[in-house]
């Protein structure tokens, strides 16, 4: 009878237990990338910070995206609560109290804190996806994925065991310019 090495024994075991304790980060996120590409609608709140270097800028959101076509809302400040953008081939319009408002952009590239919104739940569907890892945000295990937007910007999104977006960073040449704290997903 032949005898097997005690140290191949335990690399075989090891990786038994490794492919039994779950799915790959990187096949959790081409789950999670499917699961948004096979979606009719997003829909979600968020609270986003909008970091210009001088000057940083807090609101909540209500997004809703049909296909290619969005309407964000904006929850807060109060100031500019009922604030709506519409997105579609166009760009994006805000409207409020009649008139259109410029947003301006944070990056070079042209993004702007609204514009955001859109490239993320683009990027959760379609985006090159670049590096995943399994990891802690708060106490919640979640899969991190980073897309590249172009290349300086990427998007790294922490995605809960339900495959929900918790948290997105927008990171242009590594500092984080824009990033959202999501609640009340829908993935339709």
């Known amino acids: 009878m032949r005898h097997i090495p005690a140290c191949f024994v335990a690399l075989l075991s090891c990786l038994f237990l490794a492919s039994c304790s779950g799915v790959s980060s990187d096949r959790a996120a081409e789950e999670i990338q499917r699961s948004f590409r096979d979606a009719d609608s997003v829909a979600f709140d968020a609270d986003v910070r909008a970091d210009y270097g001088d000057r940083t800028f807090d609101f909540g959101v209500k997004y809703q995206s049909s296909g290619d076509s969005g309407l964000l809302s904006v929850t807060s400040p109060e100031i500019i609560a009922g604030a709506t953008v519409r997105i579609g081939d166009g760009g994006a319009v805000l409207a409020f109290d009649g008139a259109e408002v410029y947003t301006g952009e944070i990056l070079p590239e042209g993004l702007s ?52 977006p918790l948290r997105a960073e927008f990171s242009f040449d590594g500092y984080t310019v824009v990033s959202a ?6 993935v339709e």
Do not use: H, Q
């Open 181 to 186: 704290d999501f609640y009340d997903m829908k």
């Open 113 to 164: 804190p609204v514009d955001a919104m859109p490239v993320m739940v683009s990027s959760w569907r379609d985006g090159l996806i670049t590096e995943t890892v399994r990891e802690k945000l708060g106490d919640e295990d979640c899969v991190a994925a980073v897309f590249r937007v172009d290349d300086r910007v990427d998007l790294r999104t922490w995605f809960d065991g339900e495959g929900l």
